[in-house]
Antibody, heavy 119, light 113 residues
Framework: QVQLVQSGAEVRKPGASVKVSCKAS????????INWVRQAAGQGLEWMGW????????GYAQKFLGRVTMTRNTSTSTAYMELSSLKSDDTAVYYC????????????WGQGTLVTVSS | DIVMTQSPDSLAVSLGERATIYCKSS????????????LAWYQQKSGQPPKLLIY???TRESGVPDRFSGSGSGTDFILTISSLQAEDVAIYSC?????????FGGGTKVEIK
């Protein structure tokens, strides 16, 4: 079965960077885009962007341009999301997620990674 | 960006009763060439990631109980839980995939009355 397993919780100071990993299994990693979605406490879901594991092509939400970088390692079937210049309002649970097919609705999700930004 | 607005923010429904959740998009998410509405619904239980319930506004994901149904077109959509069960306590969110950036509604919290 499809599994997305994310790295553990992180604590960073304002201005620092964080890199979250998402290891995929149960399917051919390069056949499906990986998207990243975050959720601050008590808030709605916020889409950050996508990455094609096959080509490495990416597309980021305007809000995160210049601060987010999505990469992958195809040999380990792992996707990464790095967010820089962290601010307190970046404190959130970050999810990797995979679309069901060609269209971006998401039927598989990682367990989430809590990133806390605090001085 | 397409703004997705859900209502109500929360609702309490008795077991076995109907729950109705609304989602409105700031522009039409009906694609005329295929007559499909680019809308999905998710259920999120406390401490868990979202779970896909419905896509194309009304197509139930495999394994989702048939008490969950989606309807609507254009800009106005509804998620209905026909007979609320205890395990349906969760936050429900809509998502448009008509255009980038993908956007979600703010969520509706469903509780037992």
């Amino acid at each position: 079965q499809v599994q997305l397993v994310q790295s553990g919780a992180e604590v960073r100071k304002p201005g620092a960077s964080v890199k979250v990993s998402c290891k995929a299994s149960g399917y051919t990693f390069t056949n499906f885009d990986i998207n990243w979605v975050r959720q601050a406490a008590g808030q709605g879901l916020e889409w950050m962007g996508w990455m094609s594991p096959k080509s490495g092509n990416t597309g980021y939400a305007q809000k995160f341009l210049g601060r987010v970088t999505m990469t992958r390692n195809t040999s380990t079937s792992t996707a990464y999301m790095e967010l820089s210049s962290l601010k307190s309002d970046d404190t959130a649970v970050y999810y990797c997620t995979r679309p069901a097919g060609s269209y971006p609705w998401f039927d598989s999700w990682g367990q989430g990674t809590l990133v806390t930004v605090s001085s | 960006d397409i703004v997705m607005t859900q209502s109500p923010d929360s609702l309490a429904v008795s077991l076995g009763e109907r729950a109705t959740i609304y989602c409105k998009s700031s522009q039409s998410i009906l694609y005329s060439s295929n007559n499909k509405n680019y809308l999905a619904w998710y259920q999120q239980k406390s401490g868990q990631p979202p779970k896909l319930l419905i896509y194309w506004a009304s197509t139930r994901e495999s394994g989702v109980p048939d008490r969950f149904s989606g309807s609507g077109s254009g800009t106005d959509f509804i998620l209905t839980i026909s007979s609320l069960q205890a395990e349906d306590v969760a936050i429900y969110s809509c998502q448009q995939y008509y255009s980038s950036p993908l956007t979600f509604g703010g969520g509706t919290k469903v509780e037992i009355k």
